[in-house]
């Protein structure tokens, strides 16, 4: 019976990553994506493999029930909306450095969709976006999602249809190319550290978006910005920040970033999505209650790479 068990568990395991990319991708959050990942080993370890004739297929279908319940159940409870929060940052390392994250690490970003997108997702009703994320995202057939959401397959083509329209109008393509983003981020820092307006409103879309999540240090939930002069003119507010905080170059979401600490203690995270050569939405992660939940596998250690190579940050 054992040697049974640990067979499936091994099976399991070759999906386990798959499965918490699909999970993130339905929750925003990586804790609440671990539990629906444990949730479905539970339900194949009751149910057996034997007569599971696709396993990957099975388990992606169980995760997309237990997300969409999850989904569901945040709304019956009356939790803050979700657009009110930031979804969970997935960080890793940039460049050469990425080769030490574990591999699960390295698979999750390497596969990751950015912060911006995920933004949009969690505006989507659960229906919505369990449709677009498993099509998609993930390639399921619409006579595979239907069963899930309790419709025919036509009706989960015109969800996955709606939550494409709202992803496509909200989300500008991403720039493909790792050094471009780069330099226009370190374009802006460096004109953010100077408080240099016409520097950032160089490097900034004329429609970006800033989305700062203080979690309950900001009365309200979270800030958003719009427009260039809206956020250009946080100048000052860069500035002042930039003579405190040290950042460490990573990847958030396979996207340019900072991990930015104070006095040696994690202060924020910052994500910025490149669409061309300009920077169209910039979101920040402050709240210091899901920051320390975060783990950043040492790439906010102080006495570690961000205290060697660290630069002074914006925020």
């Known amino acids: ?83 009110a929060r930031l979804p969970d940052p997935l960080v890793g390392e940039e460049g050469a450095g990425a080769e030490r994250q574990d591999p699960e690490r390295q698979a999750m970003i390497a596969d990751s969709v950015g912060l911006a997108l995920l933004v949009v997702l969690e505006s989507l009703n659960p229906a919505e976006r369990l ?93 958003v910005l719009r427009g260039v002069r809206e956020v250009a003119g946080q100048a000052a507010t860069f500035r002042r920040m930039a003579t405190a905080a040290v950042g460490r170059p990573v990847l958030v979401n396979g996207a340019p970033g900072l991990v930015n600490t104070v006095g040696g203690e994690l202060f924020s995270i910052m994500s910025f999505t490149v669409s061309g050569e300009r920077i169209v939405a910039i979101d920040i992660l402050s709240d210091p209650d899901r920051l320390a939940r975060l783990d950043l596998d040492g790439l906010a250690d102080p006495g570690g790479a961000a205290g060697r190579d660290g630069r002074r940050a914006d925020c």
């Open 1 to 83: 019976m054992m040697d049974e068990r640990e067979f499936l568990a091994g099976r399991f395991e070759e999906h386990r990553t798959h499965l918490k990319a699909v999970a993130y991708r339905m929750l925003g959050s990586l804790s609440e994506a671990d539990d629906a990942v444990q949730e479905a080993w539970l339900r194949l370890a009751r149910t057996g493999g034997d007569d599971i004739g696709n396993l990957g297929g099975w388990l992606t279908t169980v995760v997309g029930r237990v997300c969409l319940d999850m989904l569901r159940s945040r709304r019956t409870r009356g939790e803050t909306p979700l657009e």
């Open 131 to 223: 449709a677009f994320v498993l099509h998609d995202m993930f390639g399921m057939p619409f006579e595979e999602i239907a069963p899930i959401v309790d419709r025919t397959p036509a009706a989960a083509r015109k969800l996955a249809s709606r939550a494409r329209q709202r992803v496509q109008g909200a989300t500008p393509a991403p720039n493909p190319d790792p050094a471009v983003r780069r330099r226009v981020v370190d374009a802006f820092l460096t004109a953010a550290s100077g408080g240099d307006l016409e520097g950032l409103v160089a490097v900034l879309d004329p429609d970006v978006v800033l989305r700062a999540d203080a979690g309950t240090l900001l009365p309200g939930g979270m800030r």
